[in-house]
T-cell receptor, first 114, second 114 residues
Framework: QKEVEQDPGPLSVPEGAIVSLNCTYS??????FMWYRQYSRKGPELLMY????GNKEDGRFTAQVDKSSKYISLFIRDSQPSDSATYLC??????????????FGKGTKLSVIP | NAGVTQTPKFQVLKTGQSMTLQCAQD?????MYWYRQDPGMGLRLIYY???????DKGEVPNGYNVSRLNKREFSLRLESAAPSQTSVYFC?????????????FGDGTRLSIL
């Protein structure tokens, strides 16, 4: 079993839809969780950064962490064509061995259709 | 505000040739990283440097060497390129408050080895 599982998609939605992107993980030591957005032929760009369980909102984006289920989500409200990209989840344990190493999901490719 | 700059953006090599990928960041970050991204494999860490003067192996270090030239620059060298090293290479850096900080990526070097 991979440490981080993410459905690669592709996921296609109409403009204005609510999008839900998800990752599951197996390592209970993970404490820091991130979502990156990657446009075609560009580097990953940090979108959201959360610590431990709970919700964090930033504009149209909400990141949710459920450590008891080892499950994280990214919700995009009122999706726009400019949201079309690949979304990668990433996570890392607390300070100590391995804490410099992000473990990434393989990414979900999202297309928002006008 | 350049962030993380990688050179070159594209390169084609023949098997057995050597080359160095360059990376520089202007965010005064302590930590720097080299990843490769392959279809179906996601982002995998090759080497990282937690601070100037230190380097450590990541998940896939074989066939690569790195040099942390100074706080700004971190280079990746392929001594004898192989077709299996055809990939997109990303450099990243993270803040100086210790581990677990979000990583900021460059736009990648697309490397083909024939």
């Amino acid at each position: 079993q991979k440490e981080v599982e993410q459905d690669p998609g592709p996921l296609s939605v109409p403009e204005g839809a609510i999008v839900s992107l998800n990752c599951t993980y197996s390592n209970s030591a993970f404490q820091y969780f991130m979502w990156y957005r990657q446009y075609s032929r560009k580097g990953p760009e940090l979108l959201m950064y959360t610590y431990s369980s709970g919700n964090k909102e930033d504009g149209r984006f909400t990141a949710q962490v459920d450590k008891s289920s080892k499950y994280i989500s990214l919700f995009i409200r009122d999706s726009q064509p400019s949201d079309s990209a690949t979304y990668l989840c990433a996570m890392t344990p607390p300070s100590g061995a391995g804490s410099y190493q992000l473990t990434f999901g393989k990414g979900t490719k999202l297309s928002v259709i006008p | 505000n350049a962030g993380v700059t990688q050179t070159p953006k594209f390169q084609v090599l023949k098997t057995g040739q050597s080359m160095t990928l360059q990376c520089a960041q202007d965010m005064n970050h302590n930590s720097m990283y080299w990843y490769r991204q392959d279809p179906g494999m996601g982002l995998r860490l090759i080497y990282y440097s937690a601070s100037e003067g230190t380097t450590d192996k990541g998940e896939v270090p074989n066939g690569y060497n790195v040099s942390r030239l100074n706080k700004r620059e971190f280079s990746l060298r392929l001594e004898s390129a192989a077709p299996s090293q055809t990939s997109v290479y990303f450099c990243a850096s993270s803040g100086d408050r210790g581990p677990n900080q979000p990583q900021h990526f460059g736009d990648g070097t697309r490397l083909s080895i024939l």
